[in-house]
C-alpha cells in the first residue's frame, strides 16, 4: 500500500465515479489519490487472521467485520481508505453497500513501505472520526502491535503489547488473539 504513482487533483464525487471503473484499488487524501500497492504474503495472512478472529467474535451481533477491499469514508478528512481491517456497528453503515463511515476499530498491518503514511497522516485522519474507539497498528517485523484506545477524556492513548502477549481489543468487547492465532501460518 505505498504511495508511488500519483495522480492530479479531484473531487470526491469524481473520485467515486473513477474508482468504480478502475482494476486497482486507490485512496482518496482530501484531493490527492494514491495507488495501493500489492501486499506481500505474511500482510495478507495477518490481515487474514485478524479478520476471522473478529468475525467469528462478533457472530450474531450488530457489528460487521469488513477487509481491505471496502471502503472507508472518513468525512472530515474528505478522505477515502481501505484499511486491512476494519469493523463497524452502524445501522447506517449496513444499509450503505459501497463504502462505510462508523468504524468502532481500524486495524492496519504495517510494512516497510506503509509504516510511517499508517502511523502518521493516516492515523491523524482516523482519530478524527467521531464513532472510532480503536486503532491496532500490528507490525509483522517486530510482532508488536500498538493499540490506541480513545478514551472518555477524548485523548487517544497506547495500549502497546509486546512479541507473545497478542493483542487485546477493548472496543469489541474485550476479544483477546493469543500471538499463535494473529500470527498463524507464517514462517
Not at 15 to 37: I, K, P
Not at 85 to 104: G, I, N, Q, W, Y
Not at 164 to 176: F, I
Request: glycine share 6%; with cysteine.
Amino acid at each position: 500500500m505505498g504511495h508511488p504513482a500519483h495522480t492530479p487533483t479531484m473531487s470526491a464525487a469524481d473520485y467515486l465515479a473513477w474508482e468504480a471503473l478502475q482494476l486497482d484499488r486507490h485512496e482518496f487524501l482530501d484531493g490527492e489519490v494514491w495507488a495501493m500497492a500489492g501486499a506481500e504474503d505474511r500482510h495478507v495472512s495477518i490481515a487474514g487472521n485478524v479478520y476471522v478472529a473478529l468475525r467469528q467474535h462478533l457472530r450474531g451481533t450488530p457489528c460487521r467485520t469488513y477487509i481491505s477491499d471496502m471502503k472507508l469514508h472518513a468525512a472530515t478528512a474528505n478522505s477515502y481508505f481501505y484499511p486491512d481491517v476494519f469493523v463497524t456497528c452502524s445501522d447506517a453503515d449496513r444499509a450503505s453497500p459501497l463504502l462505510k463511515r462508523e468504524p468502532t476499530l481500524v486495524i492496519e498491518v504495517l510494512s516497510p513501505g506503509t509504516a510511517a503514511y499508517d502511523r502518521g497522516a493516516k492515523f491523524a485522519h482516523y482519530r478524527q472520526m467521531p464513532t472510532l474507539r480503536e486503532i491496532a497498528l500490528i507490525d509483522p517485523d517486530t510482532r508488536r502491535v500498538d493499540v490506541y484506545r480513545h478514551g472518555a477524556d477524548g485523548l487517544w492513548v497506547l495500549h502497546p503489547f509486546d512479541p507473545g502477549q497478542g493483542m487485546t481489543l477493548a472496543s469489541v468487547g474485550g476479544l483477546h488473539i493469543p500471538d499463535d492465532a494473529l500470527y498463524a501460518d507464517l514462517d
